[in-house]
């Protein structure tokens, strides 16, 4: 709620866009648990293509708020509150990120794997979009806030991609 409140009083596409990021976690997070409760084989694949179009649904979300926000010369304001909720995100994601790849790599689990990477990509998502915040408060670069919402496209269609070529 901090972030989406944060969103709102800034006009934030990059704070906004965090907030789908971390809706798109849960998410994630929700696919691996159903998947761990059952032996299904099948149910591995599904899993793998619901993280993969998780990934697809955050990139493409991206690219239209920013559009929309440079052609329409939608200004951010600074966001203290922003920055420092994305400082706190950063180093949890990264933690957070390690801990799972190491818990999926011991339970040789691919499912859990592909979500640490859903995890270390909303944290590389926190520190671009902590960049642009900083960018607009500091130096006044309105344009930092949606462009910086823009690094996690490249990551996002990447990991998209391979999880659905994992699920075959």
Known sequence: MIVVGAALAARSVALAG????????????VVVVWQLTGADPGRERRAMRLIGMAFFALAAYIVAQTAFTLIAHVRPEPSREGIVWLAATLVAMLLLAYGKRATGEALANPVLSTEARVTLIDAL???????????????GWWWADPLAGLVIVYY?????????HAAG
């Open 125 to 139: 998502l926190a520190a671009a979009v902590l960049a642009g915040l900083v960018l607009n408060a500091a130096l």
């Open 18 to 29: 965090f907030g789908l990021d971390s809706l798109i976690e849960i998410f994630a997070s």
């Open 156 to 164: 996002g269609v990447r990991e998209g991609r391979e999880a659905l």
